[in-house]
């Protein structure tokens, strides 16, 4: 008989499918980068901000990662102008779900992306109770079912394959959102 079979590992069960459920609300639709969303007066935090407005207009994506629509910048960007990368992509759909999460790990490491924000969810979506136990290996299988199975996106299987790397914010107003998913 398997663990989740037994009565004692019940209550375990439970509780992992309901912390389950709550990820299922996050799937991924845009991010940017933290520092820009909230500009500062300082030197430094402007001269890394032209640093990646430049990156950003010489970004390549590697073949294998995804393809670059299109670019858009307004006329008058300065170093303190938000910069936004929207990626689409198939929710649910397992390989393209892990493509997702290493092209948020490529972009994390050329450009120093840390903020991912993600639609079906409000404000931060705290991913670190799946990557917080002591068996990095096991972590990262049971994410894998998670994501096989659809229950994780691409960008939470990043956080909790990664973690330290990536913070999730859900950007919807949760009204505004209820009511939308009531009337389909």
């Known amino acids: 008989m398997l663990c989740w079979q037994r009565r004692r590992c019940h209550i375990w069960v439970r509780a ?3 912390i389950t459920a709550q990820a299922v609300l996050f799937t991924q639709l845009a991010w940017a980068d933290p520092h820009l969303l909230s500009p500062s ?3 430094a935090s402007a001269e890394a901000s032209a640093s ?3 990156s950003l207009a010489r970004l390549t994506i590697p073949d294998h990662l995804g393809h670059i629509v299109e670019r858009w910048a307004p006329a008058d960007a300065t170093a303190t102008t938000p910069v ?3 990626i689409q992509d198939l929710h649910a759909e397992p ?3 892990r493509t997702l999460a290493k092209l948020l790990a490529h972009l994390h490491q050329t450009l120093g992306v840390s903020l991912v924000a993600v639609e079906g969810a409000a404000g931060p979506c705290e991913t ?3 990557s917080a136990f002591p068996d990095r ?3 990262e299988r049971i994410a894998r079912v998670f994501l096989e199975a659809g229950l ?3 960008a939470e299987y990043a956080t909790i394959t990664q973690p330290g790397t990536l913070s999730l914010m859900g950007v919807e107003n949760p009204q505004l959102y209820l009511t939308h998913l009531h009337t389909y």
Do not use: D, K, P, Y
């Open 52 to 54: 990646l407005l430049v």
């Open 84 to 86: 936004v990368i929207h």
């Open 152 to 154: 994780f996106t691409g």
């Open 95 to 97: 390989t393209t779900q």
């Open 137 to 139: 290996r096991n972590n």
């Open 128 to 130: 670190e109770v799946f």
């Open 41 to 43: 007066s300082t030197a």
């Open 16 to 18: 992992l499918a309901w």
